[in-house]
């Protein structure tokens, strides 16, 4: 079974993201209420795929990236969310090596599809 991590401190946007894969069948989603969270849970298990907000307290999701791919050493998909689409921060995540970047609000339908496609599914 798959598993998932969501890092996103809006509590109702998880749980939307976590309904829309759980009926997509892609397997168990965690969540992360912070940047933290996200670094404690990224230490102790493995993910198929990592959904992380830009804009975290403690860590943001620039760091999450950077934590994954610099310090663990993992090639985990990663899409970076954030509800400013400034073109800088877009360029900055995929050089940091995120995979793909949703602008904030986007359907529930749209991320399925990416999910879909990075998860090769």
Known sequence: MMKILVCDDDEALVSMVRF????????????????????????????????????????????IVTHVRQVLKKNTPIIILSAEGL????????????????????????LAIRVKRLLNL
């Not at 073109?87 to 749209?110: H, W, Y």
Request: charged share 30%; net charge negative; glycine share 6%.
């Open 20 to 63: 829309k894969l759980s009926r997509e069948n892609f397997g168990e989603v965690f969540k992360a209420a912070d940047g933290r969270e996200a670094k404690r849970l990224l230490d102790e298990n493995t993910f198929d795929l990592i959904i992380s907000d830009i804009h975290m307290p403690f860590h943001s999701g620039l760091e």
């Open 87 to 110: 073109e800088e921060t877009v360029l900055q995540a995929f050089d940091m090596g995120a995979n793909d970047f949703i602008t904030k609000p986007f359907s529930p339908a749209e």
